[in-house]
């Protein structure tokens, strides 16, 4: 089983939606929590951190599930500049690095 | 601004060749990284150092080493590349969890 398991989507939603995405992690005792997005041909960057109480960006909500060990990001009144992937990111207990997942696409539509 | 910068963008190598790749941070980081990324497998974590002249294999070292002789670099090295080493390649430097991306070198190995 992957650390890290995201639907790679693509997911294809009309300017204004909302759309969720959930990414779940193997390691229970995983501590630290992560949105990254990557736009196309582009690099990585941080989106936000998820913290435990969940929290909120903007039109970006984090949400963490311990109990099911699931991570979630909602978008709201999608834009077309949302148009990414976003990566699930995890800190997996006594490994120094951080451990990605392989992104969820999201297409934003006229 | 921090700025993560990879010495080129593209690299066309032959099969058994000895490659380079090189990383600078301005930031004063202590953590740098080097990661490949392929379609459909995510980034990858190949080494990663902590500090001058200290590395940590990642989740796929084979083929690989790294060198870090001054804080602000890090090099990856291909000891004799291999087709299956034709990638996106992206350095990283920064905090625990907040990492910054290089623009990535897209390496072919013919």
Partial sequence: ?110 | DVKVTQSSRYLVKRTGEKVFLECVQDMDHENMFWYRQDPGLGLRLIYFSYDVKMKEKGDIPEGYSVSREKKERFSLILESASTNQTSMYLCASGLRYEQYFGPGTRLTVT
Avoid: H
């Fill in chain 1, 1 to 110: 089983r992957k650390e890290v398991e995201q639907d790679p989507g693509p997911f294809n939603v009309p300017e204004g939606a909302t759309v969720a995405f959930n990414c779940t992690y193997s390691n229970s005792a995983s501590q630290s929590f992560f949105w990254y997005r990557q736009d196309c041909r582009k690099e990585p960057k941080l989106l936000m951190s998820v913290y435990s109480s969940g929290n909120e960006d903007g039109r970006f909500t984090a949400q963490l599930n311990r109990a099911s060990q699931y991570i979630s990001l909602l978008i709201r009144d999608s834009k077309l500049s949302d148009s990414a992937t976003y990566l699930c990111v995890v800190n997996p207990p006594g490994r120094r690095a951080l451990t990605f997942g392989s992104g969820t696409r999201l297409q934003v539509q006229p």
